[in-house]
């Protein structure tokens, strides 16, 4: 239709495009055509519907001047910002839609951009959930769903009507008016255990004018408990426990005015280690979670579970399943980067669009075979080869406009881009995100319903120039003596280490070097830092350590776990090989345990809602340390 010289009628559209069956009835192919015109106007194609001669009396046309994506004359770091907006999803559909959305701008702007090679940011997101609800708040439609409470005791269902998402203290918060309780209320995104189940009717209600969502997560509903803890700790143990705590004294260690949400686990991880003495409630909370942990080693499942869950772990490596949208809109990308860009070789235009050969060998084999048009022309393209050349793009010249995801995933990039620390300008932020949202029109309207708070970054380091030093060593390639407390042993040690970049991710800021100790690569949480003092011996990474947030996942005991709905969210933070859903709504994930260590704190830590299937000596090593820790709160 973009190189259609008039309008078209239905009945013209019908007989040029052959999947629209030619004895579909009337009804069938009404339906089929509407849903057509939806899923081009979510790409981004301005389809217009116009008055034409003739019985039908309405044609269709695409509005070539605005059918595609005007430059944005970004500054460099403007481009610098885009760039790394663009790398911080880790799910893959908002990931390829961000890469897409970038390439481009580079194509349209004439620029290659160069992110930084020291620093990453990446954020978890289940972009459909988050999507559901920035899209109910735009619509004022009512929603319900299951939710987690806060004492995790039980699951409620709840009805919403939604007014905006908070991204804060590295958690996503969905805000409005709940209906239950006739109050306001911000709901944690990681408790739902269900989809949104949105009611179809917009408008179905009208939120306050002006509310500032943000202040409501921080202030009024910052938390549901904040109490004073005091937690007893062994002698020279609970290393990171004694850095958060207020303060100890011989054994005694004060935690004044936190949320037992988050200490609990914590102490929990620290097992035997640490013990909760008071206020007693949070003390029952204690013993009743290392009792679940128990009773949850080992976990049994069926025969057909396991099939399923290899089933998954094979398709990991294959690849990803994605909409037609989604496939179409990076292809019209593909093909003019490819004709600007002719003999370019299968490598080259993969890791160009972050995918892999094969996933754009399908997109390329697809755009040849495929008919459209009244006279059913294809697109001339040589792509049998190592190389690749377009002679006749068919009018594929340029990118089309944005696409919603495209859009909405870098604008939301940029907006929590200004949260972290980073080579990056806040300032150029600004001015790019107002760039993009007049070129992407409406499709950046979700974005309204997002509000971003400066503690997405959950904790950051205690020491204020750990940062700067940090930077120091990179910038002038030098090796650097650590003063650590290990997540996975919660003990304290030296390390010397050749650094990579500042990386964060799932709210934690972390540095990424070589460990010379390890002779390997790893991640240390810049809160478990004590001491960082730059050496005058010059840092050598070796080349087979890779980039930012690559070769951090030694291979170790191929483990199975059994994963309880409300904390679902735990697979998508952990290196896994693949995850199916089981009958009764848990998560089944496989996994490589290169600690033992770190998965008897890990699984302890959740109190339960982790239940080791294999292998059995792991499940038994929980058990006991499990044990050991319950009969502290039993004498």
Not at 308 to 326: H, M, N, P, Q, W
Not at 559 to 581: H, L, R
Request: proline share 4%; with cysteine; glycine share 6%.
């Amino acid at each position: 239709m973009i190189n259609a010289t008039r309008p078209l009628s239905r009945s013209e559209i019908q007989a040029a495009v052959r999947d629209y069956p030619a004895d579909a009835s009337q009804v069938a192919f009404e339906r089929m055509f509407e849903r057509d015109k939806e899923e081009l106007r979510t790409m981004g194609v301005p389809l217009e519907s116009v008055d034409i001669d003739g019985q039908e009396g309405i044609g269709y046309q695409v509005e070539k001047s605005s059918a595609f994506l005007s430059p944005v004359q970004a500054t460099e770091q403007e481009r610098l910002a885009l760039a790394l907006a663009s790398r911080i999803w880790q799910e893959v559909s908002w990931s390829h839609a961000a890469t897409t959305a970038l390439r481009k701008l580079e194509l349209v702007d004439g620029f290659q951009s160069s992110p930084a090679t020291t620093f990453a940011f990446s954020v978890p997101v289940d972009s459909a959930l988050l999507t559901d609800a920035l899209s109910a708040a735009h619509n004022r439609q009512r929603v319900s769903f299951d939710y987690r409470t806060g004492d995790e005791a039980h699951v409620q269902t709840r009805h919403l009507q939604p007014w905006g998402v908070v991204a804060a203290r590295g958690r996503w918060y969905l805000v409005g008016h709940d209906e239950d309780r006739d109050a306001t209320r911000a709901f944690r995104m990681s408790r739902f255990t269900s989809a949104l189940r949105i009611v179809k009717r917009p408008n179905s209600f009208v939120a306050p004018p002006e509310t500032d969502l943000r202040k409501l997560v921080l202030t009024d509903f910052a938390s549901e408990n904040r109490v004073d803890v005091t937690v007893k700790l062994k002698t020279d143990r609970g290393a990171n426990l004694r850095a958060r705590a207020d303060s100890v004294v011989d054994e005694i260690a004060e935690f004044s005015q936190v949320d037992p949400d988050s200490l609990l686990p914590e102490i929990l991880r620290a097992g035997p280690d640490a013990t909760v003495l008071s206020p007693a409630w949070v003390r029952d909370i204690a013993q009743g979670r290392l009792e679940d942990v128990i009773s949850a080693q080992p976990t049994a499942v069926t025969d057909d579970d396991l099939a399923a869950l290899d089933k998954a772990v094979g398709r990991r490596s294959k690849v990803v399943a994605e909409t037609s949208i989604e496939q179409l809109g990076r292809l019209l990308a593909v093909i003019p980067w490819l004709r600007a860009h002719q003999g370019a070789t299968y490598d080259q235009a993969a890791e160009h669009f972050g995918v892999t050969v094969d996933r754009l060998k399908k997109d390329l084999t697809l755009a040849v075979c495929t008919e459209f048009g009244p006279h059913l022309l294809t697109l001339d393209m040589d792509i049998w080869d190592q190389t690749i050349y377009v002679r006749d793009s068919r009018g594929i010249e340029a990118p089309l406009r944005f696409t919603e995801s495209e859009a909405f995933s870098l604008l939301i990039g940029l907006d929590l881009l200004t949260q972290v620390r980073g080579p990056h300008d806040v300032s150029a932020i600004a001015t790019i995100s107002d760039k993009l949202r007049a070129t992407a029109g409406a499709s950046s309207s979700l974005t309204n319903h997002l509000s971003v708070d400066g503690q997405l970054v959950s904790a950051g380091p205690g020491n204020p120039h750990l940062v700067a030093d940090a930077e120091r060593a990179l910038g002038d390639q030098l090796a650097i003596k650590l003063v650590y407390v290990a997540g996975s042993t919660d003990t304290e040690s030296t390390r010397v280490i050749d650094p990579m970049g500042l990386v964060t991710t799932q709210g934690v800021e972390y540095l990424q070097a070589w460990c010379r100790e390890a002779d390997a690569v790893r991640l240390f949480r810049l809160d478990r830092v004590k001491s960082l003092e730059v050496l005058d011996d010059p840092a050598h990474v070796p080349e087979a350590a890779g980039g930012l947030l690559a070769g951090i996942n030694p291979q170790g005991t191929k483990t199975v776990i059994a994963v309880d709905p409300s904390v679902s969210w735990w697979v998508d933070q952990v290196p896994n090989e693949g995850s199916t859903v089981l009958t009764d709504g848990r998560l089944l994930v496989q996994l490589q345990v290169g600690s033992v260590q770190w998965a008897v704190r890990t699984i302890i830590g959740l109190g339960g809602r982790l239940g080791v299937v294999s292998p059995s000596s792991l499940a038994e090593d929980v058990r006991s340390v499990a044990a050991t820790s319950l009969r502290n709160y039993q004498t």
